[in-house]
Protein backbone atom coordinates (compact mmCIF):
# COMPACT_ATOMS: atom_id res chain seq x y z
CA UNK A 1 0.00 0.00 0.00
CA UNK A 2 1.31 3.85 -0.59
CA UNK A 3 3.34 5.22 1.96
CA UNK A 4 4.07 8.79 2.59
CA UNK A 5 6.73 9.71 5.38
CA UNK A 6 7.31 13.56 5.81
CA UNK A 7 10.39 14.96 7.65
CA UNK A 8 12.22 17.72 8.15
CA UNK A 9 9.88 20.02 10.08
CA UNK A 10 11.20 22.28 13.30
CA UNK A 11 10.63 25.41 15.20
CA UNK A 12 12.20 28.29 13.22
CA UNK A 13 12.36 32.14 13.41
CA UNK A 14 10.24 34.33 11.39
CA UNK A 15 12.71 34.53 7.95
CA UNK A 16 14.62 31.49 8.58
CA UNK A 17 14.73 28.58 6.32
CA UNK A 18 13.29 24.75 6.77
CA UNK A 19 13.80 22.26 4.19
CA UNK A 20 11.32 19.49 4.03
CA UNK A 21 11.35 15.49 2.78
CA UNK A 22 8.99 13.19 1.91
CA UNK A 23 9.37 9.75 1.04
CA UNK A 24 7.06 7.68 -0.96
CA UNK A 25 6.55 4.03 -1.22
CA UNK A 26 3.64 1.86 -2.59
CA UNK A 27 3.36 3.22 -5.93
CA UNK A 28 5.47 4.19 -8.97
CA UNK A 29 6.77 7.79 -7.86
CA UNK A 30 8.29 8.57 -11.44
CA UNK A 31 4.60 8.15 -12.26
CA UNK A 32 2.86 10.71 -10.49
CA UNK A 33 2.54 14.02 -9.81
CA UNK A 34 3.74 15.36 -5.99
CA UNK A 35 2.07 17.92 -3.92
CA UNK A 36 2.57 19.61 -1.02
CA UNK A 37 -0.18 20.60 1.63
CA UNK A 38 -0.44 21.88 5.20
CA UNK A 39 -3.31 22.72 7.60
CA UNK A 40 -2.92 25.52 9.83
CA UNK A 41 -4.89 25.19 13.48
CA UNK A 42 -8.22 25.70 13.26
CA UNK A 43 -8.10 25.62 9.13
CA UNK A 44 -8.62 23.49 6.33
CA UNK A 45 -5.40 21.95 4.61
CA UNK A 46 -4.43 23.78 1.37
CA UNK A 47 -2.41 23.14 -1.56
CA UNK A 48 0.84 24.41 -1.11
CA UNK A 49 2.47 23.39 -4.60
CA UNK A 50 2.98 20.83 -7.36
CA UNK A 51 5.86 19.20 -9.20
CA UNK A 52 5.06 17.22 -12.40
CA UNK A 53 6.43 13.69 -12.92
CA UNK A 54 9.53 14.76 -14.39
CA UNK A 55 10.12 17.50 -12.71
CA UNK A 56 9.63 19.63 -15.72
CA UNK A 57 7.12 21.48 -14.15
CA UNK A 58 6.21 23.33 -10.94
CA UNK A 59 2.84 24.85 -9.56
CA UNK A 60 2.91 27.15 -6.25
CA UNK A 61 -0.14 28.87 -4.43
CA UNK A 62 0.21 32.43 -4.39
CA UNK A 63 1.17 33.16 -0.67
CA UNK A 64 4.81 31.13 -1.15
CA UNK A 65 5.50 31.68 -4.99
CA UNK A 66 8.90 32.86 -4.45
CA UNK A 67 9.58 31.48 -1.29
CA UNK A 68 9.20 27.78 -1.49
CA UNK A 69 10.75 25.29 -3.88
CA UNK A 70 9.20 21.80 -4.49
CA UNK A 71 11.75 19.44 -6.35
CA UNK A 72 12.31 15.61 -6.99
CA UNK A 73 14.53 12.98 -7.15
CA UNK A 74 13.08 9.98 -8.88
CA UNK A 75 15.86 7.78 -8.42
CA UNK A 76 15.10 8.07 -4.44
CA UNK A 77 11.29 8.46 -4.43
CA UNK A 78 11.40 11.38 -2.84
CA UNK A 79 9.85 15.25 -3.00
CA UNK A 80 11.64 17.94 -1.15
CA UNK A 81 10.34 21.23 -0.57
CA UNK A 82 12.69 24.62 0.23
CA UNK A 83 11.04 27.09 2.63
CA UNK A 84 12.88 30.13 2.93
CA UNK A 85 12.07 33.92 3.92
CA UNK A 86 9.06 31.87 6.37
CA UNK A 87 6.54 33.58 7.99
CA UNK A 88 4.48 33.22 11.14
CA UNK A 89 1.44 32.40 8.40
CA UNK A 90 3.30 29.31 7.65
CA UNK A 91 2.87 27.46 10.79
CA UNK A 92 1.14 24.24 10.00
CA UNK A 93 1.41 20.81 9.67
CA UNK A 94 2.99 19.93 6.17
CA UNK A 95 1.85 16.70 4.18
CA UNK A 96 2.74 15.02 0.59
CA UNK A 97 0.40 13.38 -1.35
CA UNK A 98 0.41 12.16 -5.59
CA UNK A 99 -1.92 15.02 -7.02
CA UNK A 100 -3.44 15.48 -10.26
CA UNK A 101 -1.49 18.53 -11.96
CA UNK A 102 -4.02 19.70 -14.84
CA UNK A 103 -6.60 20.19 -12.29
CA UNK A 104 -4.50 22.21 -10.07
CA UNK A 105 -3.10 19.91 -7.99
CA UNK A 106 -5.69 18.20 -6.16
CA UNK A 107 -5.03 15.11 -4.55
CA UNK A 108 -5.89 11.51 -6.24
CA UNK A 109 -6.12 9.40 -3.26
CA UNK A 110 -7.66 9.76 0.05
CA UNK A 111 -4.86 9.00 2.12
CA UNK A 112 -2.34 11.28 3.79
CA UNK A 113 0.87 10.52 5.71
CA UNK A 114 1.13 11.66 9.32
CA UNK A 115 2.70 14.96 8.00
CA UNK A 116 5.58 17.30 9.43
CA UNK A 117 4.98 19.93 11.71
CA UNK A 118 6.53 23.71 10.96
CA UNK A 119 6.36 26.48 13.10
CA UNK A 120 7.82 29.64 12.55
CA UNK A 121 8.18 31.81 15.77
CA UNK A 122 7.77 35.63 15.12
Known amino acids: QVQLVESGGGLVQAGGSLGLSCAAS????????MGWFRRAPGKQREFVCA????????LYADSVKGRFTISRDNSKNTVYLQMNSLKSEDTAVYYC???????????????WGQGTQVTVSS
Open 97 to 111: APVNYVVGGRPILDY
Open 26 to 33: GLTFSAYA
Open 51 to 58: IKSNGGST
